[in-house]
């Protein structure tokens, strides 16, 4: 025998609801009026128009329930209770609150138009580790707003501070690689960086989507893995993946609380459009540098091709000289960009452009935005 439900709302006019024993369907045109409300303990199917709504709509089940259907249902006020989580296969948006008190809402990954969004001045309440949205939340018309985004048993929100109103942004976070992402085309190789920056996280990384300039906080927990990122977590830094140029970039640390096991982190101002996807790196700074003495192989089999010098990413504005063992130059280069390769480029070397000898030499760099200058040798095997 099919199961009672009692639901309490008040209908708009030609509106048709079926109630079967494992779904609601909504076929017409449902509307919860001031102060009414419904309770769905079954999957709902939004056929109909659903989007006017002004009250409040509950979901409670000790299993899973599922939104389903053609249209996007839009709330004023949302409460899930759902011990198995709440699944959407279409979006569902928010005008007011939404209050999550038991379960997730999960939303396809592999589907950016299937979020829940949060309109104008509507907010949350009641996020936790286990009460959050797994997978892409999203907004509209708001300029700063804090994405109750994590995974399973994991919150890990992201904060956008936009100089602007959003239109529309989503974000979403990721237990991943991003080495090898799961629903990426495409891995995003943490070993092509930019010069200033040192290692890449290979443990997580958020989507964020939004076309205004802004600046983003990411927290991060014992599962973060952080002191495999940064020695020092001083040189902590928000990294993204340009979109353009295909390499990982420094997006700066404007300020962080907190140490190895948790903290937060707030980025420099950069356009998220222009980054597929962003995480934490460690970047060079005056107190992490480390000149030393150097072996310079060119034989093309990538490693040690080229003298490189770390710190000249943090001093643009470099003089670069290297002295062979009788003290003459053999090369000499202004704002040193590490391509060194044991070729001379002086006129006082006879072999100007060609491989120098085997050998020790002596290098000294002079890193003027720095206001350091290092001496140091290194050997040159062809």
Do not use: C
Not at 45 to 67: C, K, M, P, Q, R
Not at 286 to 301: A, G, K, T
Not at 344 to 363: E, H, M
């Amino acid at each position: 025998m099919e199961k009672v439900r009692i639901f309490y709302f008040l209908l708009a006019l030609n509106t048709a609801v079926v109630v079967s024993q494992e779904q609601v369907q909504n076929f017409g045109a449902l509307k919860i009026h001031e102060g009414g409300s419904i309770g769905f303990h079954d999957n709902l199917i939004n056929n109909g128009s659903f989007d006017e709504n002004v009250g409040l709509a509950g979901f409670y089940s000790t299993d899973d329930l599922t939104i389903s259907g053609a249209f996007r249902p839009i709330f004023k006020d949302a409460e899930i209770v759902v011990t198995n989580h709440l699944n959407l296969e279409v979006g569902v948006g928010i005008t007011s609150n939404s209050n999550f008190i038991i379960g997730n809402v999960i939303t396809p990954r592999n589907q950016l138009d299937i979020t829940l969004e949060y309109f104008n001045n509507a907010f949350y309440t009641g996020e936790t580790s286990q009460t959050k949205v797994d997978g892409y939340a999203a907004l509209s018309n708001k300029q700063n707003f804090i994405f109750p985004t994590g995974i399973a048993n994991k919150l890990r929100s992201i904060e956008l501070n936009s100089n602007s109103t959003n239109s529309i942004a989503k974000a979403a976070y990721f237990s991943e690689n991003p080495n090898t992402p799961s629903i990426f085309n495409k891995g995003f190789n943490t070993n092509v960086k930019s010069d200033i920056l040192l290692r890449i996280s290979t443990y997580e990384f958020w989507d964020l989507d939004s076309s205004v300039p802004s600046t983003v906080t990411l927290t991060w927990d014992s599962d973060s893995a952080i002191s495999s990122v940064v020695d020092r977590i001083e040189d902590l830094r928000v990294v993204g993946w340009d979109t353009s140029e295909e390499i990982w970039v420094d997006l700066g640390n404007i300020n962080f609380t907190g140490n190895t096991n948790s903290g937060s982190i707030t980025s420099t101002t950069f356009l998220p459009s222009n980054y597929e996807i962003i995480t934490f790196g460690e970047s060079l700074s005056r107190e992490s540098i480390q000149l030393d003495n150097y072996m310079v192989s060119p034989n093309n089999d990538g490693i040690n091709d080229f003298f490189v010098l770390e710190a000249v990413a943090l001093s643009p504005n470099n003089t670069l000289e290297i002295y062979n063992r009788w003290g003459r130059v053999v090369y000499r280069e202004d704002n040193y960009k590490n391509l060194f390769s044991g070729k001379a480029n002086t006129s006082f070397t006879v072999n100007k452009n060609i491989g120098l000898p085997d050998g020790i030499y002596f290098y000294v760099v002079d890193l003027k935005d720095l206001k350091m200058t290092h001496q140091g040798y290194l050997y040159l095997n062809n």
